[in-house]
């Protein structure tokens, strides 16, 4: 290995907007609505987040003491393998390069091109930005487990598919990757600049949607009984089904598997341990960084939720959905009138034409029989009946024209609210679960969808310069310990290790290429849980194995708090195991296939640790 050495540029304010920076990204913007759809209520969406910014800050109060006591590049890797040995250092390691690190990279990239496609549909990721289209394939890769009904789909593809907002998300993790090459310096520039405008966003959300767009109804609707809805879901009771009991405990099992998207939203509060040798005076300023970055972000999702309802109904507005019936049923009737009055007068045109017909007929045999006079007058009034007829479909068509605007209008009102997402569809409605873009169309119809995207793009551009920044970090120290590519563990003239970036970039576009970082994430909440778990576990392990290391920052609340922690990730972890087994059994299996390459690495490197 190399004797350069990291640079410490990075300040208190840096290393916290490294935190609240990895944080928010589009989660916050959308995850919601599946919330709401979990648990039904007000108030037990309000739970959910709570409850994940209690854990969250759980972890960062843990997490602080270790970050503390071992300020040294690799963060979490080194905390694990300080506690338990270099093979758990190590499965953490294998699985934050092969998907939580690189997938989540991908995914947040996608988003930004995802809502780029908002304001240029042709840039975005739908149908119309599609520049190959592969279909007709069928690629199932599936495990057997005794313990399920049904083999276990791990992996499933019909069609393969590339998007110009593939390439955009391609281009922006080239991009960043290759910025962040040239030194910390910059990353931590770009970091600074789009976290501060990320969460000022939130904070003008947060103030439009508690001022203009407060809607009084929905407000009371929403607060007046909060766990209105809690236990009429439908994963309620497909949950029942499962695992039977009381309400209570079903809703404590809903309530466990609806934490998937809010703590996924809340994820990677640790990324900046990986940074630990790039911080300034990194006893104090890591620690503090953690505890401020992950309590001002969670304040921040809660007004933002509370802000969501102020605005939106969780559920349907009974009472102005009621009024959207009517408006409907209103617009179906004048359809009708008009269309039955087109009717009626293209029938008598059509009797009027038929008469003239018959009148021009009677008109030809009475000159024949030398009547040409009574002739004439015949034809005359054939004529006369020829235009009345004509003036009747002229009529006709415009009431036929009615008819169809009548309905147009209705249709246009009902998908206005629709793509609107107005207080009458509510929360778990959103369009594309798209809830912050829905509360701005309701504030601003005309320019909200487009406002929001931009917001969104912003936060994910941040969010993804800042998994790339930290990401490299861990994979340098376990490649200064022998555990992964020689190369990675070496910095640059620039001080930063440029090999780790490269390689964690060009995995990341593997997997946005691939389609596959969205099933993959799901696979993995299990295992983060397992590893934070782990992490604050090994708390109370280097305790009583290093009871004299130097402790600038000992765990508040320990050991009460800590281990409340990790109860509490037991408890999410076994949730998950029952209600969603499709997400955390392919997680398992992810952590364990770094076992064999764990023994591989030490075997190929005499000198591993």
Same mark, same amino acid.
């Given at each position: ?472 970090? +861990?994979? *340098? $120290?376990?490649?200064?310990? /022998? %555990? =992964? ?6 910095? &640059? ?36 849980? +397992?590893? *934070? $778990?782990?992490?604050?576990? /090994? %708390? =109370? ?6 009871? &004299? ?44 296939? /770094? ?15």
């Amino acid at each position: 290995m190399d004797n350069k050495q990291f640079q410490q540029r990075l300040g208190l304010f840096d290393s916290t907007m490294l935190v609240a920076g990895t944080m928010i990204g589009s989660g916050i913007f959308i995850v919601s609505a599946d919330i709401i759809r979990d648990v039904g209520s007000p108030g037990s969406l309000l739970l959910i987040w709570i409850l994940t910014g209690f854990m969250t800050i759980l972890g960062a109060l843990s997490y602080a003491e270790l970050a503390a006591m071992m300020p040294r590049a690799g963060g979490q890797y080194i905390y694990l393998k300080e506690a338990f040995g270099p093979l758990w250092g190590f499965l953490y390691g294998w699985s934050l390069f092969l998907v939580i690190q690189t997938g989540s990279i991908a995914a947040v990239a996608v988003a930004f091109a995802k809502f780029l496609g908002v304001i240029a549909p042709s840039l975005g990721t739908g149908e119309e930005a599609q520049i190959i289209n592969w279909s007709g394939i069928n690629l199932v890769i599936s495990l057997p487990l005794p313990w399920l009904k049904e083999p276990l789909i791990i992996f499933k593809r019909t069609e393969f598919a590339i998007t110009s907002g593939q390439m955009i998300a391609v281009t922006i993790i080239a991009l960043l990757t290759l910025l962040n090459c040239r030194g910390v310096k910059e990353g931590k520039w770009i970091q600074n600049l789009f976290t501060v405008i990320k969460t000022l966003s939130l904070i003008l959300l947060i103030i439009l949607g508690f001022s203009i767009g407060a809607n009084s109804e929905v407000i009371k609707l929403n607060f007046t009984d909060l766990w209105a809805g809690s236990f009429s879901t439908e994963r309620f009771n497909s949950v029942s089904e499962l695992v039977g009991g009381s309400a209570w405990l079903v809703a404590f099992m809903v309530a466990g598997g609806a934490m998937v998207g809010s703590l996924f939203s809340a994820d990677a509060w640790n990324n900046v341990t990986f940074t630990a040798g790039e911080i300034r005076n990194p006893s104090r300023n890591l620690p503090l960084s953690m505890i401020l970055g992950t309590g001002s972000v969670i304040l921040l999702y809660l007004l933002v939720n509370l802000a969501y309802l102020c605005v939106l109904m969780a559920n349907v507005n009974p009472l102005v959905s009621a009024h959207l019936r009517a408006e409907i049923a209103e617009g179906l009737a004048i359809r009708k009138e008009y269309a039955a009055e087109s009717n009626y007068l293209l029938a008598t045109a059509t009797r009027l034409e038929g008469e003239s017909v018959f009148l021009k007929a009677r008109a030809a045999l009475l000159e024949q029989e030398g009547q040409a006079t009574n002739g004439k007058r015949l034809l005359k009034d054939a004529d006369s009946k020829i235009e009345e007829a004509s003036s009747y479909r002229t009529k006709a068509e415009a009431a036929q024209i009615a008819s169809i605007s009548a309905s147009e209008e209705t249709n246009r009102r009902l998908n206005e609210r629709i793509v609107r997402s107005t207080p009458e569809l509510g929360i778990s409605q959103a369009r594309d679960d798209r809830v912050g873009t829905a509360v701005l169309q309701v504030i601003s119809p005309k320019y909200g969808m487009i406002l929001m995207a931009i917001a969104i793009m912003i936060s994910t551009f941040g969010c993804v310069n800042g998994m790339i920044l930290m990401g490299s970090r +861990l994979y *340098y $120290a376990m490649a200064q310990d /022998g %555990l =992964f590519f020689k190369a990675a563990g070496e910095l &640059n003239t620039r001080g930063v290790p440029a090999y780790g970036l490269i390689l964690q970039g060009a995995w990341s576009i593997l997997l946005v290429f691939s389609g596959t970082y969205i099933e993959l994430l799901d696979y993995v909440i299990f295992a983060a849980l +397992l590893f *934070y $778990a782990l992490t604050v576990s /090994g %708390l =109370f392990v280097l305790r009583r194995t290093k009871p &004299n290391e130097i402790r600038p920052y000992k765990a508040w609340g320990y050991p009460f708090l800590p281990l409340l922690y990790i109860v509490l990730c037991i408890i999410v972890m076994v949730d998950l195991l029952v209600v969603r087994p499709e997400y955390t059994w392919p997680g398992l299996i992810i952590v364990a296939s /770094g076992i064999p390459v764990f023994y591989f690495w030490r075997k190929r490197d005499p000198h591993t640790i």
